[in-house]
């Protein structure tokens, strides 16, 4: 059992350096290669880069069961959410007053509403069904569209998030297990022309982590006699949610918090609607059927998700678009008010 518990906070670390180091300048590469605007970069390739470990725990706890383990994917990914509107938006704002930019801000929070309000209408029966894990991803890709779009049609000036990533001084490799994954795994800011190879290379390490996360986790559950869902909705969320936790709080350094609220939202809609949709809709797809969902253990966790949304956006609106240290550390609060129910509800 001591086994199982040093291999999840290894692999943990292991997914916060090989997303931050490795997966995320390669796509920044890549975004670049394809041209691609910040926007669409932001809600594509730069999600997909971020959102990495809760997709692929996501996709070994669907695949991984005969059931499609929709308990643990779905309290992985709504626990990340809770944590990333919650502590990552509270720490970034710790720093610095965080002044955001109300166009893209008011588009990321309207898709994610909506997406939440999707969340529980799916979750209602205790069933997904193949219509329900499609509207899932083409939402997504109405979103995509929109992020293209809503610049041309509020003019506002954009950040560069891909720059973001490249001066990102998380990516300077030190330490022996930097070094060694160095070796096995380019890295991309030193060797450009191999970012082709980092990308597949990432995602395969962060594949093989994802499933010895969920296969350990399930393990420690069974020897605790513990609900797998608790320990997603807590464990495993907030262990995905380190690589975007210390880039936001070293963006927020640097001044720019507003990145961190940004790509805190954009995670948030990448994960619910392709980290759970995606999965769900080649499982149904591929095998028939619908997928069980142990509501139970989610609804009061969904719940609070949209409280906080709501209070964030209402927050936002009183303050001028503005995030100070008092708001989050308030946020970082309600984070801990949140364990503590989900510790007394087991």
Do not use: C
């Not at 290894?10 to 394809?34: C, H, N, Q, T, W």
């Not at 939402?139 to 000036?157: D, G």
């Amino acid at each position: 059992m001591v086994g199982s518990g040093l291999l999840v906070l290894g692999a943990f670390y292991l997914l916060s350096i090989i997303s931050e180091e490795f997966f995320v300048p390669a796509i920044d590469r890549l975004a670049k290669k394809l041209r691609l605007s910040s926007d669409a970069a932001g809600a594509t390739l730069l999600a997909i880069g971020s959102s990495a470990p809760e997709l692929f725990t996501s996709i070994f706890a669907v695949f991984g069961t005969q059931t499609g383990g929709g308990d643990i994917g779905a309290g992985t990914i709504v626990g990340s959410a809770i944590f990333n509107v919650l502590v990552i938006v509270g720490a970034a704002s710790m720093f610095r007053v965080v002044k955001l930019q109300w166009q893209p801000v008011l588009r990321d929070m309207g898709f994610y509403i909506l997406t939440i309000l999707i969340l529980f209408w799916a979750f209602s029966d205790g069933r997904i069904s193949l219509l329900e894990s499609g509207l899932f991803v083409l939402l997504y890709f109405i979103y995509i569209v929109a992020a293209i779009y809503w610049r041309k049609i509020f003019n506002y000036q954009d950040v560069d998030a891909v720059e973001l990533v490249a001066d990102n001084p998380v990516n300077n490799l030190g330490g022996l297990v930097r070094k060694i994954l160095g070796v096995v795994i380019p890295n991309p800011v030193r060797r450009p022309k191999l970012y082709g190879l980092t990308f597949v290379l990432s995602i395969l390490a962060i594949a093989g982590l994802s499933h010895q996360l969920v296969h350990h986790v399930v393990v420690i559950a069974d020897y605790f006699s513990i609900n797998p869902t608790f320990l997603a909705l807590t464990v495993l969320a907030a262990g995905t949610s380190m690589p975007d936790l210390i880039g936001s709080v070293i963006v927020a350094k640097q001044g720019r918090g507003d990145m961190a609220v940004s790509n805190a939202l954009g995670s948030n809609i990448f994960d619910v609607l392709v980290g759970l949709g995606a999965p769900w809709l080649v499982y149904i797809a591929w095998k028939g059927g619908e997928i069980n969902v142990g509501t139970e253990n989610l609804f009061a966790s969904i719940f609070l998700l949209f409280a906080t949304v709501v209070a964030l956006l209402f927050l936002m609106l009183i303050k001028n678009w503005k995030i100070g240290h008092k708001s989050g550390l308030f946020l970082i609060a309600l984070y801990g008010g949140y364990l503590i129910y989900i510790l007394k509800s087991l």
